[in-house]
């Protein structure tokens, strides 16, 4: 099985609101990442987790707050979000941070922030 | 600084043609390449992964090369088909203590297959 899996497939939020982005995978891997997809743009790294711990930041906005609860589960919880932060917000894992391992990634969340 | 360019940007095929993308780097200090499908709105599935110690990598209709010294990377998709239409988009993963775990992506090349 090597099946990212993210919720929800959408979500619109005004600027107020607290939501959050969920993202699962089941095997058994140990790094586990963020990225944020502007329309015709590549993907952009936003946070890395290795061994639940957070290993990269790309200097992204505290507005955005990622979360590893445990080795399967990554968060990224959203408050008071900007017009400019709707993306696609994909997640990705791997077997760990090492050099020469394939990342997987999930169908991704489309955000809409109005 | 490590820039990742694709060329070209969109590139339209009938089908049974072979398809041939680039992908050029300009820091050859990299552990590995690799290669992506996206499908409109959805998210990135890996196609092929060739490490920084390999010149190619096949899978099926798909191969990609490596040639690290010049800082390029060639992906061919044999007899193409109308269902091989996405973006392809490469990405490679620098060496650096800073880097680990990062991925710099081209910008990708849109492919269409008209039947």
């Known amino acids: 099985d090597t099946e990212v899996t993210q919720t929800p497939k959408h979500l619109v939020m005004g600027m107020t609101n607290k939501k959050s982005l969920k993202c699962e995978q089941h095997?058994?891997?140990?790094?586990m990442y963020w990225y944020k997809q502007k329309a015709k743009k590549p993907p952009e790294l936003m946070f890395v987790?290795?061994?639940?711990?957070?290993?990269i930041n790309e200097s992204v906005p505290s507005r955005f707050s990622p979360e590893c609860p445990n080795s399967s589960l990554l968060n990224l919880h959203l408050h008071a979000l900007q017009p400019e932060d709707s993306a696609l917000y994909l997640c990705?894992?791997?077997?760990?941070?090492?050099?020469?391992?394939?990342?997987?990634f999930g169908p991704g969340t489309r955000l809409l922030v109005l | 600084k490590q820039e990742v360019t694709q060329i070209p940007a969109a590139l339209s095929v009938p089908e049974g043609e072979n398809l041939v993308l680039n992908c050029s780097f300009t820091?050859?200090?990299?552990?590995?390449l690799q290669w992506f499908r996206q499908d409109p709105g959805k998210g990135l599935t890996s196609l092929l992964l060739?490490?920084?110690?390999?010149r190619e990598q096949t899978s099926g209709r798909l191969n990609a090369s490596l040639d690290k010294s010049s800082g390029r990377s060639t992906l061919y998709i044999a007899a193409s088909q109308p269902g091989d239409s996405a973006t392809y988009l490469c990405?490679?993963?620098?060496?650096?203590?800073?880097?680990?775990?990062?991925?710099?992506f081209g910008a990708g090349t849109q492919v269409v297959v008209t039947p």
């Open positions: 990405a490679v993963r620098r060496v650096g203590s800073d880097s680990w775990g990062k991925l710099q």
């Open positions: 820091d050859s200090a990299i552990y590995n």
């Open positions: 060739i490490q920084s110690s390999q």
């Open positions: 095997m058994g891997h140990r790094a």
């Open positions: 987790y290795s061994y639940e711990k957070l290993s």
């Open positions: 990705a894992s791997s077997q760990d941070q090492g050099r020469g391992e394939t990342q997987y």
